[in-house]
């Protein structure tokens, strides 16, 4: 009987020591290389427009993550990951990253996130932007290094200043 119950102590240690390992290590997204354009920059017009709700006709979110022509290398990422919406139900999200980078030196200079399923209108609402200039780019890099913070005031609470989104780049 002691020897069952011993059992069933290390099966419930187990079990524990997978949730917290999945709640601490498994909320880590990753950010996906979709393309490098060089000789580019930040279509920062398009961006502007967040605040107005026209920003969501023909597109119009997606298309501020394409470049424009500029002097530097645009870098667009995306990370998926399944997550709750508001409605309660379980579905996937696209967190989609540009980062404008001296090619020279290799250095972020700029860059923008936002969730394209962000849900509560205006879309600035969830628009954040690097703060933490001259990081060099690389695989692995740390998201949160760029200290990424909303961009209108208006939005923001103590949770939601910045990112804290514990994710990492893949450019490779």
């Known amino acids: 009987m002691l020897t069952f119950k011993k059992n069933k102590m290390q099966k419930l240690i187990i079990i524990i020591f997978i949730l917290i390992y999945n709640l601490n290590f498994g909320q880590e997204k990753v950010y996906k290389l979709i393309s490098k354009t060089e000789n ?7 961006f502007k427009n967040f605040d107005d709700f026209e920003i969501y006709k023909n597109d119009g979110l997606k298309k501020a993550f394409i470049p424009k022509k500029g002097n530097n290398d645009i870098y667009v990422f995306i990370s998926e990951f399944k997550g709750d919406s508001f409605d309660g139900t379980s579905k996937m999200f696209h967190d989609y990253l540009i980062l404008k980078v001296d090619s020279k030196s290799e250095l972020i200079i700029d860059g923008f996130q936002y969730t394209l ?7 600035i609402s969830d628009l954040y932007r690097v703060t933490e200039k001259n990081i060099k780019i690389n695989n692995g890099l740390n998201l949160d290094l760029l200290k990424m913070e909303l961009v209108e005031q208006e939005y923001i609470s103590d949770w939601r200043k910045e990112l804290k989104d514990k994710g990492i780049l893949k450019t490779e």
């Open 117 to 123: 399923e962000w849900a509560e209108p205006p879309a």
């Open 40 to 46: 580019s920059g930040i279509n920062y017009k398009a």
